[in-house]
């Protein structure tokens, strides 16, 4: 089946730092997604990616679609506290078809004062 | 607003005890899912529906059913929980698999 790696597994900043995250697939996805989700809670969307390179941002968020199609990172600069959570990139395929989404395991953001 | 609603948020039920989590949109969304997530781990697809049609995962137990009456309601059914069915059971929807919404989860304890 599909596997997402998504590292670094955790990551210990401080306030202020910038923050970056990957994904990588051995498939091709047509869809990369970028979830945060806090404890007890479901998972937000942050950014949703459709097009292979596309660059998009969201306020101090911004993602890639790699052009390969089998990777995508998040950026987040300037960290503040309210960022800490666990930070998941998800894979799929958007206009029909059978599947759902496949989720990376997650990076773990702590931010230290 | 438009959001995705799960009820109850925490749900306790007995070994081999049946059990039944809701799911409602009011995003009129074609598209419904049903994902596992256990403790530090990511969600997991489960099954969902694409319209009316039932698309189940290869490696989903018989164990688990899902219905969906209408547009806006699914179901999961775990017809006799065991011990390794605790998880977040999270619903989430979308239009023609684009812009995934979460619910914010059912957390389910088998005592």
């Known amino acids: 089946g599909q596997q997402l790696n998504q590292s670094p597994q955790s990551m210990f900043i401080q306030e202020g730092e910038d923050v970056s995250m990957n994904c990588t697939s051995s498939s091709i996805f047509n869809t990369w997604l970028w979830y945060k989700q806090d404890p007890g809670e479901g998972p937000v969307l942050l950014i949703a990616?459709?097009?292979?390179?596309e660059l998009t941002s969201n306020g101090r968020l911004t993602a890639q679609f790699g052009i390969t199609r089998k990777d995508s990172f998040l950026n987040i600069s300037a960290s503040i506290p309210s960022d800490v959570g666990i930070y998941f990139c998800a894979g799929g395929y958007s206009g029909g078809g059978a599947d759902g989404l496949t989720f990376g395991k997650g990076t773990h953001l702590i931010i230290q004062p | 607003d438009a959001m995705v609603i799960q009820n109850p948020r925490y749900q306790v039920t007995q070994f081999g005890k049946p059990v039944t989590l809701s799911c409602s949109q009011t995003l009129n969304h074609n598209v419904m899912y049903w994902y596992q997530q256990k403790s530090s781990q990511a969600p997991k697809l489960l099954f969902h529906?694409?319209?009316?049609?039932?698309?189940n995962e290869a490696d989903t137990p018989d164990n688990f059913q899902s219905r969906r009456p209408n547009t806006s309601f699914c179901f999961l059914d775990i017809r006799s929980p065991g011990l390794g069915d605790a998880a977040m059971y999270l619903c989430?929807?979308?239009?023609?698999?684009?812009?995934?919404?979460f619910g914010p989860g059912t957390r389910l304890t088998v005592t």
């Open positions: 989430a929807t979308s239009r023609d698999h684009r812009g995934h919404v």
């Open positions: 529906y694409y319209d009316k049609d039932f698309n």
């Open positions: 990616l459709y097009k292979a390179g």
